[in-house]
Every structure is written in structure tokens, then in C-alpha cells.
């Protein structure tokens, strides 16, 4: 691969994991902002390149086309992970949203129904992620993973992933008179996380590791239909005023130390989104 002005990954001898995931690398971010807006989902999980659509002959061309061995990245964003393993700790921001009682609700419907509405829930919930800046990490069963990392999402992370939420929430349906179409609950936290290219023989992701994520984890496991538990990290950092939400003290599995949350709900992120 040649480092030209249209790769948004900094030259290997440059390159430093902390600047990039800083936010004092504008290039990185200023290129992937660009992509984002070329239409459409799915896309590259580090440039946001579009495999499909109407742009996807011309970022082919550039040679972003999927990368035959993990189709979340691009064949240049593989080629950099892979010259570039490791990563830095950087303080960002998570989302976890699963689909609350999918058990019950597959046992309700045929295979066929199910997969259909996981695959509704995964496309909504990767286009509101990543219109918010945010990187949709990974699908695990009824779940997303989302992470707003500074150089995507910018020093306002906290707030894109607590918009993301609540925009979750009004476009699963929570909040309407007919009810929602998946009964979704929601986890955001902020806090310290080693972020870049993790793995080895050929295989490597791009992905956070740490206890912040495990907490925003239980954040989601226990938050019910039409809820986002958003930490007190999170909220501070979001600016959201403590008045005017619920707050719980939580005992999380795993965690000595309690978490502090405030609790937003369908109702009042619905009037929030409209706002």
C-alpha cells in the first residue's frame, strides 16, 4: 500500500496509537467524516467506506472493497491494522443495547421472523451509531456494541453516544401509542479503555478492552424496556443535569465499587429528540 492524500492513516514512520486516538490526528477523522456521507451502509468499521450503494464502485476503485477474511474492514484499513498492531488507553464512551426478553419474543416467532427482526434492530441501530460518530464494534446475539471514540466522534463523545441512545429508543418505537417493534434497553458509559488493532496470524480487529466495557455491559443487561442507564462518568461528561432523571445506586456483578446512573426513558428521550 502507498501513503497518499487519500488514505486517512498516517504514515507508518508517524504513526502513533495515542495522537490518533487523541483526537490530535485531524486527517484520520476528517477523512472518515467525508466517507460517512457517501451513501450507504455497510461500511468499513475504521474509514466508514461504503460496501454497498451507490459509492461502492468508486471506493472499490480506491481500493476499499471488503476484506475477504473479516468483512467489517476495507482491504487499506486491513493492510493498516495489520502494520500497526497494538493500541493506546484513551478515555471514550460505550453503548450496549440488546433486546430485552428475546428469548420469550423467539419462541413467539418463527426462525425466519426472528432473524428478520435482529436484522431490522442491526440496521437501525448501525445507521443512528453511526450518524452519531460513533464505530458499531460488534453484533452479539440481540446486541450491539458501539463505541465514540475521540477521533470519530470528537471530544463531545459522550454526548453523540447518549444522542445515539435516545434516538435508539425513538426509532425502535418506545414511546409510541402502538409500542415498540423491538423492546430495546440501553447502557452508556464513559471511562479509560485500550483501543486499536487487536489479534494476530492474519485475524486482527479493531475493538476496546478493559473494565469500562465489561461495566457498560452490565449497564445494558439490567436496563429495562425503554431505559438507558447512562453512568454518572457518562452523564458528567455529557453535561446531562442530574434533575429531572431518576438516579439509582447499582451493584453491578463483577464491579466492587457501586456505579451511580441516571436513568432516561422512552418518554422523555422521545420529547428530547424532537426538541
Known amino acids: 500500500m502507498t501513503h497518499d492524500d487519500k488514505d486517512p492513516t498516517p504514515a507508518h514512520d508517524d504513526f502513533d496509537w495515542q495522537a490518533v486516538l487523541s483526537d490530535t490526528s485531524p486527517e484520520m477523522r476528517r477523512h472518515r467524516r467525508f466517507f460517512k456521507y457517501i451513501p450507504r451502509e455497510p461500511r468499513c468499521k475504521i474509514c466508514a467506506a461504503p460496501f454497498e450503494g451507490p ?10 472493497s471488503r476484506w475477504a477474511k473479516n468483512p467489517n474492514f476495507c482491504r487499506i484499513c486491513e493492510v493498516f491494522l495489520s502494520k500497526h498492531p497494538g493500541g493506546a488507553e484513551v478515555e471514550l464512551t460505550f453503548l450496549f443495547a440488546d433486546i430485552r426478553g428475546s428469548t420469550g419474543l423467539g419462541e413467539s416467532m418463527s426462525t425466519t421472523q426472528f432473524s428478520a427482526l435482529l436484522n431490522r434492530f442491526y440496521a437501525v441501530g448501525s445507521k443512528v451509531i ?6 458499531v464494534d460488534k453484533y452479539v446475539g440481540d446486541e450491539i456494541v458501539a463505541m465514540f471514540a475521540p477521533p470519530f466522534a470528537g471530544r463531545a463523545h459522550a454526548s453523540q453516544a447518549v444522542a445515539a441512545a435516545r434516538q435508539l429508543l425513538a426509532d425502535t418505537g418506545h414511546g409510541t401509542s402502538a409500542g415498540p417493534w423491538a423492546p430495546i434497553g440501553v447502557g452508556v458509559h464513559t471511562g479509560l479503555a485500550f ?14 478492552l478493559g473494565d469500562s466495557v465489561n461495566t457498560t455491559a452490565r449497564l445494558a443487561s439490567i436496563a429495562a424496556a425503554g431505559e438507558i442507564l447512562v453512568s454518572r462518568a457518562a452523564s ?10 431518576e438516579q439509582r445506586h447499582l451493584e453491578l456483578r463483577g464491579r466492587t465499587e457501586p456505579v451511580d446512573v441516571l436513568v432516561l426513558r422512552a418518554t422523555d428521550t422521545r420529547e428530547r429528540v424532537s426538541a
Open 195 to 208: 483501543v486499536g488493532s487487536v489479534g494476530e496470524g492474519g485475524m486482527t480487529d479493531f475493538t476496546a
Open 130 to 135: 453511526i450518524a452519531h460518530d460513533g464505530i
Open 236 to 245: 458528567e461528561a455529557a453535561g446531562l443535569p442530574g434533575e429531572g432523571f
Open 55 to 64: 459509492g461502492a464502485p468508486f471506493m472499490r476503485a480506491l481500493g476499499r
